[in-house]
Structures are given as structure tokens and as C-alpha cells.
């Protein structure tokens, strides 16, 4: 992974090799982004440069073997934790050393890729990974030993968040003073869900989401793109790249999440004072309950953002909205005008309660259903706003 390779984040990137060049590297770091944003590239990047000694901003003129290793993410001072889950090929105390071929796979993949496409890479999507007490020991264990060629060493645990109190109480001592010329760096997207403890030991480093021009660019790079193709694309992946490729293969998960939502919607509008659509409702929350918990969390989330650019284009803001559905004869014009003032923080708390439930193991079927006539009484309930 080469700063070259990386989009857009200019400021992050002189950032970073100016700390290097003048030998002013913080021993805990923290790289918060939203997803697409470039937090992991970024931070590999960032341990190239500083492990195999480059120069000029860029990662050349170094250490060519250890530039060499980096190209198939091999470093043997390039230590990786991420969340895993038991699967068939590991079935009890996983952690990430065991992962490391499909992790390789990752990056060399969808290096912009998000906790959704790493459960499906591993099979085990119906299962919540996290960095447990386990990983948090085979950590300690590695940064023990002496670099392989004699400089820094460098952690990187991405999407910390997903880090349990017993890990994060494990690594406290250690993130905070860690053995010498050893280098801690995390990379989340909510910095919120991570314990005070150990955000208050590291230098936090905010990216934010992705220019439509850098995506565009990006996009006219990597494929055989039109133009006006790629600056749609750029459009509508609202800042993340990783978006931008799943809509360039049409494999976008949301393509999947919008056809779900809409006929929830519908169901939902036909619902007050009609049965059969109140059975509806009950057999789209069995249906949705039989997919893996990450696909209902990414789910809940993409309705979030449904409803956040009806609520956009109902006032006006359509400079703001990105979503266009592919649904025949469901148009955010014609929604809008029922997700208002008095209705858009119930919606958005219920759904948000939903997540917050499912995440810990409640029962999805129930959840769903109680979320589908929640919706359906708030769908129906008039504005307040003063005309």
C-alpha cells in the first residue's frame, strides 16, 4: 500500500510523513473515519513508511526488501488484530493470526472494505466478531519479541470499537507505555464506542469522508468507466469509496437493503386498519430475521440514511440527497412528504433501539415486528410544522 495508491486525505498524508521525517512519532494512534474513508490504507501506508525508512513523502528510496514484503502485507514487524468469531475453520478462542490469509485477501481486495464485507469473506456473517482477552494476549505476546530488522514494530487493530473491556483493560498498561521504538495504531469508525481509557492514551487523527472528485478519480482509475458514469457513482456513494465500488459491480448490498425497505414501507402504509398487511409486516420481520445479525445491523443502518434523505428532500435540501432508488414506481419524491418534523426523531430512536437490541443477542423477530407497527403508527402521523 502505497500513499500514491491512497484517495484523496492530503493533509492527513503530510501529516503523517512529516511526523516521520522529523521524528516525531506518537506511540498511540488513533484513526477514526467513516467507512470508504481510507482509515486502513492510510494506516498501512504509514507503517511502510516508517518501517522500511522512506523518504520524500512517498514510500520509495528505502529499504527495498522491506518494501518488497509490504507488497504482499508479509512485514514480520507489521502485526495485525481485527474482529473475529468461531467458524468452521476455527472453532474455539479465534484470533486474528488465524484469520491471516483471509485478512491478506482483504486488503489486496477491498482495501476500503468494511466489517460487512469481512464477515462475508469468513462465512459468518449470522455471527458478531470482536478483539477478545485472547487476541489482547497473543498482542502482549508479540510485542515481546524483538523487531525482525532491529527498528519499530507496528500494531494496527482495526475497527478498535469492536475491542471488549476485558481486551481494552488487558492492553491498557501497554498502550500506554509500550516497549521501545513500538509503534500502537487504531483504526475505528465510531471513536464514541470505544472505552475512555484508551482513547485518552492516543493521538487522534479524524478523516473525514471522501471528495466526490478524489472518488471519481479514483473510480476512472481502477475501471473502465465513462465519465458521467463515474461522477454519478461519485455522487451517490455520499464519500465512500467502498460504496463507489460495489455500485461500479452493481453488487452494492444496498441494492439488496433498498427492495427490503420498500416493500416495509409499503406493507407499513397499508397496515392501519388492514390485516393481511399487519400479516405482511410479521412475515417480512420473520424473513429478515433469518439472515446473519451484521446483515440486519447494515440493514437498520441503511434505513437510517433512507429516511434522513426523505426528511432532506421533503425540505428542500436536494443538494444533499444522493439516494436514487432503483424501484419501479417508488420514487423519494413522492415518500418524502411523510418523514417530517413530527415524526423523523421517533423514527430514528426506534431504529437505533433496534440496533442496539439485535447487537446484543436480542430476539430479531421480535424486534422487527415491534419496529414494523412502531412504523407504521409514525408513518401516519402529520406534520407539525407551521405554514
Not at 99 to 122: A, I, M, V
Not at 191 to 207: A, D, G
Not at 310 to 326: G, H, I, Q, T
Amino acid at each position: 500500500m502505497l500513499f500514491s495508491n491512497i484517495l484523496g486525505q492530503k493533509h492527513i498524508k503530510n501529516h503523517l510523513t512529516q511526523s516521520v521525517d522529523n521524528g516525531r512519532i506518537a506511540h498511540a494512534q488513533l484513526f477514526v473515519g467513516p467507512e470508504g474513508s481510507g482509515t486502513l490504507p492510510m494506516a498501512i501506508a504509514y507503517a511502510r513508511y516508517l518501517l522500511c525508512q522512506n523518504t520524500n513523502g512517498e514510500n520509495t528510496n528505502g529499504n527495498e526488501a522491506c518494501n518488497i514484503k509490504f507488497n504482499t502485507f508479509s512485514h514480520p514487524d507489521l502485526h495485525f488484530a481485527f474482529p473475529v468469531t468461531t467458524s468452521d475453520k476455527v472453532k474455539s478462542k479465534p484470533v486474528s493470526s488465524y484469520y491471516l490469509e483471509e485478512w491478506r485477501q482483504l486488503l489486496n481486495e477491498q482495501p476500503y472494505g468494511n466489517l460487512f464485507d469481512w464477515y462475508k469473506l469468513l462465512g459468518v456473517d449470522n455471527k458478531q466478531g470482536q478483539i477478545g482477552v485472547d487476541e489482547a494476549h497473543e498482542i502482549v505476546k508479540s510485542l515481546t519479541l524483538k523487531s525482525y530488522e532491529g527498528g519499530y514494530k507496528v500494531m494496527l487493530i482495526w475497527m478498535a470499537e469492536k475491542m471488549n473491556t476485558a481486551a481494552a483493560n488487558k492492553l491498557l498498561k501497554l498502550i500506554e507505555e509500550p516497549p521501545n521504538k513500538t509503534v500502537f495504531i487504531l483504526i475505528a469508525e465510531d471513536e464514541e464506542q470505544i472505552i475512555n481509557t484508551i482513547k485518552s492514551r492516543c493521538q487522534i487523527l479524524h478523516f473525514p469522508p471522501l471528495a466526490e472528485n478524489d472518488i471519481k478519480q479514483g473510480l476512472l482509475n481502477q475501471y473502465n468507466l465513462d465519465e458521467t458514469v463515474a461522477t454519478k457513482i461519485a455522487h451517490q456513494s455520499n464519500g465512500n469509496y467502498n460504496k463507489a465500488c460495489d455500485l461500479v459491480y452493481q453488487d452494492s448490498e444496498d441494492l439488496q437493503f433498498e427492495t427490503w425497505f420498500v416493500f416495509w414501507i409499503r406493507s407499513a402504509f397499508k397496515a392501519k386498519g388492514n390485516k393481511a398487511a399487519i400479516h405482511d409486516l410479521i412475515s417480512w420481520s420473520e424473513d429478515i430475521s433469518k439472515t446473519g445479525r451484521e446483515t440486519q445491523k447494515q440493514f437498520l443502518h441503511f434505513c437510517l440514511d433512507f429516511f434522513r434523505q426523505a426528511l432532506l428532500m421533503n425540505y428542500k435540501a436536494n443538494d444533499l440527497v444522493y439516494f436514487e432508488p432503483k424501484t419501479e414506481q417508488f420514487k423519494l419524491e413522492n415518500f418524502a412528504p411523510f418523514i417530517h418534523d413530527n415524526n423523523i426523531m421517533d423514527i430514528s430512536n426506534e431504529l437505533q433501539d433496534a440496533i442496539y437490541h439485535i447487537e446484543r443477542n436480542g430476539n430479531s423477530k421480535i424486534i422487527l415486528t415491534d419496529l414494523s407497527i412502531k412504523l407504521t403508527r409514525l408513518l401516519h402521523k402529520k406534520s407539525q410544522a407551521i405554514t
